[in-house]
C-alpha cells in the first residue's frame, strides 16, 4: 500500500524567510500529487496538483510555488513568508482509476 | 465548484444518529467521504461511485442520489471516537480532481 511521508513535521519561521516542504509517496508509481492549505478549523484549500514530473497547475495564485523533480516528490516553496501563510500543509496523492486521494501527516507551519 | 456541506456542525450525545449532506450544482461521477480529527490528516472513509450502492461498515454508512447530485453520511449510535470534521470531495463526470466541500464539525459527548 501507498505510504505518504512529509517533513518536516512543524516548523516556525519568520517572516520573510524562504520555505520548502517536502512530500515523497512509496509504493505507488506515477500519482497525482496535491498540495493543500488548511487554516485553523477550516477547510481544505488547493493549492497545486501534479499529474507527472514537471507538470504543475496551480489552483491560487500567491507567493507560493510547487515542483515535482521526480515521480514521487513534490515540493512546496516560498522566497518570502508571509503571516497569511501558517496553516497546517497537507501533501496527497491519487492513483489508478479512482481520484481517492490519499493524506500525508502534514507539515504545521506557524509564520512569526 | 465547491460541493456545499449541511450542517455545518453538530453536536451529540453518545449513542444518537446524525446526517451528514453533500450537495452538488454539478453532475457527479463520485462521492468521497473523509474524516479529520483535530491535529490530524484527513482519513479516507468511502467512495460512492454513480451507478453503484449504498456503502457502509459498522455503523457508518452513506448514499449516492445521482439525480440529486447529492450523498449523505450516516453515523448511526455514535461513539466519542467519531467525533472531528468530516469532509465530502466530489468528482464530476468527467474525471475530474476531487473538489472538497468546507466539512461538518461532529462532536460527540458522553
Redesign the interface.
Known sequence: SQTIHQWPATLVQPVGSPLSLECTVEGTSNP?L?WYRQAAG???Q?LF?SVGIGQISSEVPQNLSASRPQDRQFILSSKKLLLSDSGFY?CAQ?SGD?????????TRLLVL | QQPVQSPQAVILREGEDAVINCSSSKALY?V?WYRQKHG?????LM?LLKGGEQKGHEKISASFNEKKQQSSLYLTASQLSYSGTY?C?T?GEY????V????TILRVKS
Open positions: 497525482n496535491y477550516r477547510g481544505l488547493l496538483y497537507l491519487s479512482q481520484e481517492t486521494q490519499y493524506f500525508g501527516p502534514g | 463520485s468521497h490530524e490528516a484527513p482519513v479516507f467512495i469532509f470531495g468528482e474525471g475530474n480532481k476531487l472538497f466541500g468546507a466539512g
